[in-house]
């Protein structure tokens, strides 16, 4: 069965340390796809990224990147020098092809909450 | 702009009281869904809809119903709404495997 697993409940970190988030999955299927979503306080889901099963490149996108590893079936983000702002719920998510013919439902992970202090 | 619209953002209800939850999305995305989100659950599949008329159970479908009458539009019904419903909504829409949209999130409370 599919699953997502966020072991950390809660992070709390200071301001310009490096912080990474784990992400471990399960999944039958070949084809898949993963997500990071921001939930800042404000409630609303930002989407991060996207990745499919077949890419397994690192991915860099200013002070956040990501590790995706088939091997061990992990999807972790690192934010580096961290601030305040990124302050937040952190949830990653897994879609597989072969649901429905192509659905996209989400299976998300429990979030972990990353607070950084000034 | 792209986006997925939900209304009423807050609503305090009591219990047995059938309430409607719209959404509404203007990007012709043919998937759209209902999630429920509970600390330390993270969010829960509701209904999905994969187009007009077409709708399915997701993982927690007791006590809601949905329907899909307009491409853009698919409200989630509680019909006698219980205080385990109280939870954070949020509706979705996508296409395909792409990224999915999600709209700002109804933060419902039943007493």
């Known amino acids: 069965a599919q699953k997502v697993t966020q072991a950390q409940t809660e992070i709390s970190v200071v301001e310009k340390e490096d912080v990474t988030l784990d992400c471990v999955y399960e999944?039958?299927?070949?084809?898949?796809?993963l997500f990071w979503y921001k939930q800042p306080p404000s409630g609303e889901l930002v989407f991060l990224i996207r990745?499919?099963?077949?890419?397994?490149q690192n991915e860099i996108s200013g002070r956040y990147s990501w590790n995706f590893q088939k091997s061990t079936s992990s999807f972790n983000f690192t934010i580096t020098a961290s601030q305040v702002v990124d302050s937040a719920v952190y949830f990653c998510?897994?879609?597989?092809?072969?649901?429905?013919?192509?659905?996209?439902?989400?299976?998300f992970g429990a979030g972990t909450r990353l607070a950084v202090h000034p | 702009e792209a986006q997925v619209t939900q209304n009423p953002r807050y609503l305090i209800t009591v219990t047995g009281k059938k309430l409607t939850v719209t959404c509404s999305q203007n990007m012709n995305h043919e998937y759209m869904s209902w999630y429920r989100q509970d600390p330390g659950l993270g969010l829960r599949q509701i209904y999905y809809s994969m187009n007009v008329e077409v709708t399915d159970k997701g993982d927690v479908p007791e006590g809601y119903k949905v329907s899909r009458k307009e491409k853009r539009n698919f409200p989630l019904i509680l019909e006698s709404p219980s205080p385990n419903q109280t939870s954070l909504y949020f509706c979705?829409?996508?296409?395909?495997?792409?990224?999915?949209?999600f709209g700002p999130g109804t933060r419902l409370t039943v007493t």
């Open positions: 979705a829409s996508s296409m395909g495997h792409s990224e999915q949209y």
């Open positions: 998510a897994l879609s597989e092809a072969s649901f429905s013919g192509g659905y996209n439902k989400l299976i």
């Open positions: 999944t039958r299927d070949t084809t898949y796809y």
């Open positions: 990745r499919n099963s077949f890419d397994e």
